[in-house]
Every structure is written in structure tokens, then in C-alpha cells.
């Protein structure tokens, strides 16, 4: 053999050697960067995360703003994202329908995952059509939601890849102020309501955890239940219609990210002058449309809800 092909020859199993240790060295920097991301279910936890993890890590929202959490889609791509994370935060408690397989999904990839609902003190439906079932809707209450904060807080520092411990714990404390300063607000707010008109009546059973919090009563739902997938009989709106007049209810609260015809339909077999207002339950807006954080979100429905109920 001449001395050209020794050479090629003894050069071979270096570059072999080296080609493999970059391939080593790229599969592991692929998986750590792909375990250093937080996939969020809904777009309010979504926006209470990103306040928390500020610039540690990318966080991932996978319900667009205006959608129902009961039965939005994601693409094949972001399912996929879910399964790389480094933990997927979603709410729990049968809220997220359509998304349980995602969640499933991936845990079984491997990924840890926070059911926040399950770790604030979750209440139960008392309406007869779910009664007993858990109320996924704890967000209405700033009190778990602050309780939420430090959960997700403690997990993304537990899980995800590179964030800085005492910066995501600063994040987080800053944050639970603010929604302090929202409870001092909500609490001021609707104590200038009448007590005798502390009566909620919404699209569907959404204000429970508000309601408990500060002393509303839950007259009835337009939808049955607390999914916005089932629909109401005509003996359900008699019968919640009847209620509303027995109540002397002066509005209706519909979601604003759900048609309010049915409302109106309530409004006029009440034989009543009701009126409809919007409410921002269970998604944040587009920015400029008024809810387009957490806590834009519930100012809004704060200053909603005690106009509507003070009203004449």
C-alpha cells in the first residue's frame, strides 16, 4: 500500500471517532435544551407562569386568547412540544377536555406535570346537575391563585433545566403581591354591593370559587353543569327563568368568549328587564380587548359584576 493510502487509512477512525462525539455532544445539547421549556395548558395559567418564569425559560401557551379551555385543539406540532418540556403546567379537575391525551402523552415521555387545581384546596360543584363533581374553575379566588404561585414556582425550579432558583422565587413573590393588591380590590369593590344583591347568574357554573370568597350566591347557570359541551332543555330555562324572577336578578352574566344568545333567551322567558353583560371567565383576550393578562382580566369582571349589580 503507499504511503497516501496508510495516511487515508489511519485518518479514518479519527474522523469516525470525532463525527460520533459531535453527534454524542448534539443529542445531548438538543435534549437539554428541549427539558429546559414549560408547556402551558390555558392561556390564564399560561400568563400567571410567565410572570413567574420571566426570562429563565420559554414558556409555551397552548389555548389561543378568546378560546373555551373546555374544548380547544392543538396541532400535532405543539403535542409534540408538550412531550419535550421540561414540565407542562395545566389546570385539572376535568377542565382542559380535549386535552388530557396531550397531558398523558406527555408524561409518559417523561415530562413531570402539574395539575394546579389539585393543589389549591379544590371545592366541588353544589349545582344538582354536577353536584359533587371538583370545580375546576379556581381562579375566580386571588387567594389560590396566590397559593398556585408558589406551587408552580417550587415545580419549574424542581424540573426545568437552567433557571436560577432565586430569581424565579423573587418572580414569584412579586407576583403574589400583585394579586394581593387584586384581592384588597375585589374585597372593596363588591362590598359596596347590597347583600340582598349578591346574586350571581352566569352563562354556565363558573363563579363558584368568587362566589365563596366574597359572599355572592350562586343563583343558577344558563348551561347546566360546569362544562360549556352540554346545553340546556327548555324545562332547564323555565325553571332557571322562574328563579331569576323569584331572585329579582338584574343581570345575566354571559362569557364573552361564548355566543350569549342563550342568556338572552333566560332574559326574555324571565318576562323580566334583565340585562346581558360580558363577563371574561375562562379565557384571556387578545391584548387591547380588555383581559389580556390574569389580572386585567379580573379587574374587568370585578368592575362588571358590581355595575351590574348595583345598577337601578
Given at each position: ?63 389561543k386568547p ?183 336578578v338584574p ?59 348595583t345598577r337601578?
Amino acid at each position: 500500500m503507499s504511503p497516501s493510502g496508510r495516511r487515508r487509512r489511519a485518518v479514518l477512525p479519527v474522523i469516525a471517532l470525532i463525527t460520533t462525539a459531535l453527534l454524542v455532544a448534539t443529542g445531548c445539547s438538543a435534549a437539554g435544551d428541549a427539558r429546559s421549556s414549560v408547556v402551558v395548558t390555558t392561556n390564564i395559567l399560561g400568563d400567571v407562569t410567565r410572570a413567574i418564569v420571566g426570562d429563565q425559560a420559554e414558556v409555551t401557551v397552548l389555548m389561543k386568547p378568546n378560546a373555551d379551555p373546555h374544548s380547544f385543539g392543538i396541532s400535532a406540532q405543539q403535542a409534540a412540544e408538550a412531550e419535550r418540556a421540561g414540565l407542562i403546567v395545566y389546570n385539572g379537575l376535568g377542565l382542559e377536555e380535549g386535552m388530557l391525551r396531550t397531558v398523558r402523552a406527555a408524561e409518559d415521555s417523561g415530562v413531570p406535570a402539574l395539575p394546579v387545581g389539585e393543589r389549591v384546596n379544590p371545592i366541588s360543584y353544589t349545582s344538582d346537575e354536577a353536584a359533587g363533581r371538583p370545580d375546576p374553575h379556581f381562579w375566580t379566588d386571588p387567594g389560590r391563585v396566590r397559593d398556585a404561585v408558589n406551587t408552580i414556582a417550587e415545580q419549574i425550579i424542581a424540573h426545568v433545566a437552567g433557571v436560577d432558583a432565586a430569581v424565579v422565587r423573587a418572580n414569584a413573590d412579586r407576583y403574589r403581591g400583585e394579586v394581593g393588591a387584586l384581592d384588597a380590590t375585589m374585597s372593596r369593590r363588591f362590598a359596596e354591593i347590597p347583600p340582598h344583591r349578591r346574586k350571581l347568574v352566569t352563562n354556565h357554573h363558573v363563579f363558584g370559587y368568587l362566589a365563596r370568597r366574597f359572599g355572592f350566591e350562586v343563583v343558577g347557570a344558563v348551561i347546566p353543569g360546569g362544562t360549556t359541551l352540554a346545553s340546556p332543555s327548555s324545562s332547564d330555562l323555565k325553571s332557571l327563568a322562574d328563579t331569576v324572577r323569584a331572585a329579582g336578578v338584574p343581570v345575566i352574566f354571559a362569557d364573552s368568549s361564548q355566543p350569549d344568545r342563550l342568556a338572552r333567551v333566560l332574559a326574555e322567558q324571565a318576562g323580566l328587564r334583565v340585562a346581558v353583560t360580558p363577563l371574561f371567565s375562562e379565557s384571556l383576550s387578545e391584548p387591547g380587548q380588555g383581559a389580556a393578562t390574569y389580572l386585567e382580566m379580573m379587574h374587568a369582571n370585578t368592575e362588571a359584576i358590581a355595575t351590574g349589580l348595583t345598577r337601578p
